[in-house]
């Protein structure tokens, strides 16, 4: 039987967390006419502006490494304030996606938030379809969109 953990993001988890990025979006930019240099510098300043951005966003946020079986696959990144979890970003190694590890993660979450009586907040592209269809079969409801983002939201059921 696997073990899936998290652990906090450590500076040395850099060089996976940047394989990571690439894996996902990677895909992105395979269509660009660019050299593999250029790719390369483009996907690598993605990155950097995605962890100064989300860092700023949610100073107070926890950044952790997704294991399983000791191996690194993923990354969690999660803000709690006192009145929300927001679930900044989850992302699981295309070569380990579609074995339930990212829907694991997230009802761990749920599980937190139940006892926390506290909603989950998230905010997902509209480009991203296939992330949309995640959120909504974990109980995610769309509360508002823009041009670029839907905004969701999970709720606890209450109990009684």
Same mark, same amino acid.
């Given at each position: 039987?696997?073990?899936?953990?998290?652990?906090?993001?450590?500076?040395?988890?850099?060089?996976?967390?940047?394989?990571?990025?690439?894996?996902?979006?990677?895909?992105?930019?395979?269509?660009?006419?660019?050299?593999?240099?250029?790719?390369?510098?483009?996907?690598?300043?993605?990155?950097?502006?995605?962890?100064?951005?989300?860092?700023?966003?949610?100073?107070?946020?926890?950044?952790?490494?997704?294991?399983?079986?000791?191996?690194?696959?993923?990354?969690?990144?999660?803000?709690?304030?006192?009145?929300?979890?927001?679930?900044?970003?989850?992302?699981?190694?295309?070569?380990?996606?579609?074995?339930?590890?990212?829907?694991?993660?997230? &009802? /761990? *979450?749920?599980?937190?938030?139940? %006892?926390?009586?506290?909603?989950?907040?998230?905010?997902?592209? #509209?480009?991203? $379809?296939?992330?949309?269809?995640?959120? &909504? /079969? *974990?109980?995610?409801?769309?509360? %508002?969109?823009?041009?670029?983002?839907?905004?969701?939201?999970? #709720?606890?059921? $209450?109990?009684?």
């Amino acid at each position: 039987m696997s073990t899936l953990a998290v652990r906090p993001a450590l500076p040395q988890d850099e060089i996976f967390l940047y394989d990571l990025y690439s894996a996902i979006r990677g895909p992105e930019f395979a269509q660009a006419p660019l050299t593999p240099t250029q790719r390369e510098h483009l996907i690598r300043m993605q990155f950097r502006g995605q962890m100064s951005t989300y860092t700023q966003l949610f100073p107070n946020s926890c950044y952790h490494v997704v294991l399983l079986d000791s191996k690194p696959i993923g990354r969690l990144w999660v803000a709690q304030s006192a009145h929300e979890f927001h679930l900044v970003d989850i992302a699981v190694h295309p070569g380990v996606q579609s074995k339930g590890i990212g829907t694991a993660l997230v &009802q /761990r *979450l749920q599980q937190e938030a139940t %006892r926390a009586r506290l909603p989950i907040v998230s905010t997902v592209s #509209r480009f991203n $379809p296939g992330s949309l269809r995640f959120h &909504q /079969r *974990l109980r995610f409801q769309i509360v %508002r969109e823009d041009m670029m983002n839907s905004f969701l939201e999970w #709720r606890p059921i $209450p109990s009684f």
